[in-house]
């Protein structure tokens, strides 16, 4: 799209995307190096009230920006290739950024199947009254959920790394 308007577009768009790519990694990396770091010195009532409230609008908030980091993603890759097969495919940052945009909803499944299904069971077990006698399974629940957020944030940081080395390529 030529001129001002698809300039003014293509500036909206990258906005958008690195907002929504922030809110997402970013939350994982406070998930990773504050809340995982943090938690466990509270006492466990504290920690029980704490996640009770934390845990749904974190399984909320996080699926959500990484939808709309890849659809913001997939809309300027889209529209830096013209939306024209021959640029998205024909060209090294064009197939570069196909393969990032795979390794992305890769991480995506994996996040949801891992980590929010793990948050999912977990807040499940927070429901139960007082009686919860299910520690071991809740604390394997809980390892799922920390080492599955390490990996997302792996991955997601080498996203990142894709992204700076095609925005130079372009
Ligand atoms: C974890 C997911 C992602 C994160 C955190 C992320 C983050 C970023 C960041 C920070 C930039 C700016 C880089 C720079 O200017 O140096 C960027 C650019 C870009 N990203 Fe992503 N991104 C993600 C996924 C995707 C996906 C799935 C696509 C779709 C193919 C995509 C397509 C793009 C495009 C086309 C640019 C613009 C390059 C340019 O105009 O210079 N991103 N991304």
Known sequence: MPGLVGDILGIVL???HIVFGVMWIGAVFYGVGVLRVAL??????????????LLPVAIHYIP??????IIT????YLYLGQF?????LGTEWGRILLGALLLTLATFAYGMVIVIGAGKAIARHLEEEEACNHQA???ALQRRFNVGQIVVLVLGLVIIAIMVY????L
């Open 84 to 88: 024209q097969g021959v640029i998205l």
């Open 137 to 139: 399974e809740v604390g």
């Open 40 to 53: 466990p010195r509270v006492d466990m009532p504290a920690r029980k009230a704490v996640l009770r409230h």
């Open 14 to 16: 990258r906005f958008l």
């Open 64 to 69: 959500v920006s990484a939808i709309m980091t």
């Open 73 to 76: 993603g997939a809309i300027l």
């Open 166 to 169: 095609v925005s130079e390529a």
